[in-house]
C-alpha cells in the first residue's frame, strides 16, 4: 500500500493537465483511468464558456492532488475522434463537454459552465471514485503509533503518506505532532510555515498550530508550586494566576488549566485584552472536539459569557 491548446498552469505537477489527441485517447484516457480517474475536457478556442471553465477544472484538478487527471481535447482538432466519441453516446453536439472516465467507461459529465464551486464539487466527486488507497486506515495506524509513544514510527508513517497525498492534511497535522513529541519545535514550526494552503486552515493543522503555540509555552513555564502560592497569596494576581494555567498545562494537568483560565476570565474577562479566553480557544484548539475537557470547557466558558 505504501512506498517509501491550453497549457497546464505552471502549479501543475507533470502529466497532471495534458492536451489530448486522437492518438493519445487511449492511453491517455481509457487506460489511464484503469488506475486514476480522467476528466477529458471537450471545448474549442471559439468556445466562449470554455475560456471560463477550463481554468477553474485545471485549479481543482491540481488541488486534489493527483487523486484525479484531467485531459483537454480541441474538438476542431480531433473531429474524428469526436464523431467516433459521439457515435457511442456521448453527447458532444453541444461544448464544453466534460466527461469523467474510470475504469475505461463513463462514471460522470456535465455540459456548459458551471460555477466554480460546482467546478469543485463534481472534480471531487469524481476523484473520490477511486477510495484513497487506504490513507485513512494508514494515517489511523499512525495515530495509534503516536499516542502509544512510538513516535518515530508515527513520523515515518505521517511522512509516506503526504509523500502519497501531499495535501493531506490529517497526515501534515500528525507529523507536525510527531515533531513535537521530539521535542523539535523548530522542525515543528518550519513544517507548519510550509503548508499548502489547501490545507493550511484545515482543522489537523489548526490543531497542531495551537500544540506548537502551547509547547512554545511550556518551555517557558514557571514552577507550579511557586505560582499556586502566589494566587493563594492573592486570588486577584491575574499574572500569576494566568501564568500557573500555563505550568499546570506544561505538567499535562490540562483540566486543571482550563479550570485557573476559566476562574480568571469569571473575576476579569477583559484582563489582558482577553488573554485568558484566547487562551482557553487555543487549548480548545489543540484537542479533539469530542474531549470532554473541550465540552465541558466550552459550556462552563458559555455560561459566562451568555450570563
Same mark, same amino acid.
Request: proline share 6%; charged share 20%.
Given at each position: 500500500?505504501?512506498?517509501?491548446?491550453?497549457?497546464?498552469?505552471?502549479?501543475?505537477?507533470?502529466?497532471?493537465?495534458?492536451?489530448?489527441?486522437?492518438?493519445?485517447?487511449? #492511453?491517455?484516457?481509457?487506460?489511464?483511468?484503469?488506475?486514476?480517474?480522467?476528466?477529458?475536457?471537450?471545448?474549442?478556442?471559439?468556445?466562449? !464558456?470554455?475560456?471560463?471553465?477550463?481554468?477553474?477544472?485545471?485549479?481543482?484538478?491540481?488541488?486534489?492532488?493527483?487523486?484525479?487527471?484531467?485531459?483537454?481535447?480541441?474538438?476542431?482538432?480531433?473531429?474524428?475522434?469526436?464523431?467516433?466519441?459521439?457515435?457511442?453516446?456521448? !453527447?458532444?453536439?453541444?461544448?464544453?463537454?466534460?466527461?469523467?472516465?474510470?475504469?475505461?467507461?463513463?462514471?460522470?459529465?456535465?455540459?456548459?459552465?458551471? #460555477?466554480?464551486?460546482?467546478?469543485?464539487?463534481?472534480?471531487?466527486?469524481?476523484?473520490?471514485?477511486?477510495?484513497?488507497?487506504?490513507?485513512?486506515?494508514?494515517?489511523?495506524?499512525?495515530?495509534?503509533?503516536?499516542?502509544?509513544? =512510538?513516535?518515530?514510527?508515527?513520523?515515518?508513517?505521517?511522512?509516506?503518506?503526504?509523500?502519497?497525498?501531499?495535501?493531506?492534511?490529517?497526515?501534515?497535522?500528525?507529523?507536525?505532532?510527531?515533531?513535537?513529541?521530539?521535542?523539535?519545535?523548530?522542525?515543528?514550526?518550519?513544517?507548519?510555515?510550509?503548508?499548502? #494552503?489547501?490545507?493550511?486552515?484545515?482543522?489537523?493543522?489548526?490543531?497542531?498550530?495551537?500544540?506548537?503555540?502551547?509547547?512554545?509555552?511550556?518551555?517557558?513555564?514557571?514552577?507550579?508550586?511557586?505560582?499556586?502560592?502566589?494566587?493563594?497569596?492573592?486570588?486577584?494576581?491575574?499574572?500569576?494566576?494566568?501564568?500557573?494555567?500555563?505550568?499546570?498545562?506544561?505538567?499535562?494537568?490540562?483540566?486543571?488549566?482550563?479550570?485557573?483560565?476559566?476562574?480568571?476570565?469569571?473575576?476579569?474577562?477583559?484582563?489582558?485584552?482577553?488573554? =485568558?479566553?484566547?487562551?482557553?480557544?487555543?487549548?480548545?484548539?489543540?484537542?479533539?472536539?469530542?474531549? #470532554?475537557?473541550?465540552?465541558?470547557?466550552?459550556?462552563?466558558?458559555?455560561?459566562?459569557?451568555?450570563?
Amino acid at each position: 500500500m505504501l512506498e517509501f491548446g491550453q497549457t497546464p498552469p505552471q502549479s501543475a505537477p507533470a502529466g497532471l493537465i495534458k492536451d489530448g489527441t486522437e492518438a493519445t485517447f487511449m #492511453p491517455d484516457v481509457i487506460d489511464a483511468s484503469q488506475e486514476v480517474p480522467v476528466i477529458v475536457d471537450f471545448w474549442a478556442p471559439w468556445c466562449g !464558456p470554455c475560456k471560463t471553465l477550463g481554468p477553474a477544472l485545471e485549479a481543482a484538478v491540481t488541488a486534489a492532488g493527483g487523486k484525479v487527471t484531467m485531459v483537454k481535447i480541441d474538438v476542431d482538432q480531433n473531429q474524428r475522434l469526436a464523431q467516433m466519441l459521439a457515435q457511442q453516446g456521448l !453527447p458532444l453536439q453541444s461544448i464544453p463537454t466534460v466527461v469523467a472516465f474510470y475504469k475505461g467507461q463513463v462514471a460522470d459529465m456535465f455540459q456548459g459552465a458551471l #460555477p466554480q464551486s460546482e467546478v469543485k464539487a463534481f472534480v471531487d466527486r469524481v476523484a473520490a471514485l477511486a477510495g484513497d488507497g487506504g490513507l485513512a486506515e494508514a494515517v489511523e495506524a499512525a495515530e495509534g503509533m503516536l499516542s502509544e509513544g =512510538a513516535v518515530v514510527d508515527a513520523a515515518q508513517t505521517f511522512a509516506a503518506i503526504l509523500g502519497e497525498d501531499p495535501l493531506n492534511a490529517a497526515a501534515f497535522g500528525g507529523l507536525v505532532r510527531s515533531h513535537l513529541a521530539l521535542g523539535e519545535t523548530d522542525k515543528a514550526e518550519a513544517l507548519l510555515a510550509s503548508a499548502a #494552503p489547501e490545507i493550511a486552515k484545515a482543522p489537523e493543522v489548526e490543531a497542531a498550530r495551537a500544540q506548537l503555540e502551547l509547547a512554545r509555552q511550556a518551555a517557558n513555564a514557571g514552577p507550579v508550586a511557586e505560582l499556586r502560592a502566589a494566587v493563594e497569596a492573592d486570588a486577584n494576581d491575574h499574572q500569576a494566576r494566568f501564568d500557573l494555567a500555563q505550568a499546570l498545562h506544561a505538567n499535562g494537568e490540562v483540566e486543571e488549566a482550563v479550570a485557573e483560565l476559566l476562574e480568571l476570565f469569571r473575576r476579569d474577562r477583559e484582563w489582558n485584552d482577553g488573554a =485568558a479566553k484566547a487562551q482557553l480557544f487555543t487549548i480548545f484548539d489543540a484537542l479533539k472536539p469530542t474531549d #470532554p475537557v473541550v465540552l465541558n470547557g466550552r459550556r462552563k466558558l458559555s455560561s459566562m459569557i451568555f450570563a
